[in-house]
């Protein structure tokens, strides 16, 4: 992760999107939540998806 170059950032609530190259060398798209105790993050391919999951993302209740 430390080694990953991220742009484009950018926020829905507590949920970040960055795109990044994966390790294919496609432009990926991953959706992380940075709600403490929540871990989901998800990659995805293209950035709509990414944002659909990042709005329709509910915290698991712990
Ligand atoms: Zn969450």
Redesign the pocket.
Same mark, same amino acid.
């Given at each position: 992760m430390a080694a990953a170059r991220f742009w484009d950032l950018f926020r829905i609530g507590?949920?970040e999107i960055a795109t990044h190259r994966d390790r294919y060398g496609r432009t990926a798209h991953v959706a992380a &939540?940075t709600?403490p105790g &929540?871990d989901?993050s998800a990659d995805y391919l293209n950035r709509f998806a990414a944002e659909l999951a990042a709005r329709t993302?509910r915290?698991a209740p712990r």
């Amino acid at each position: 992760m430390a080694a990953a170059r991220f742009w484009d950032l950018f926020r829905i609530g507590p949920v970040e999107i960055a795109t990044h190259r994966d390790r294919y060398g496609r432009t990926a798209h991953v959706a992380a &939540c940075t709600a403490p105790g &929540c871990d989901w993050s998800a990659d995805y391919l293209n950035r709509f998806a990414a944002e659909l999951a990042a709005r329709t993302h509910r915290c698991a209740p712990r």
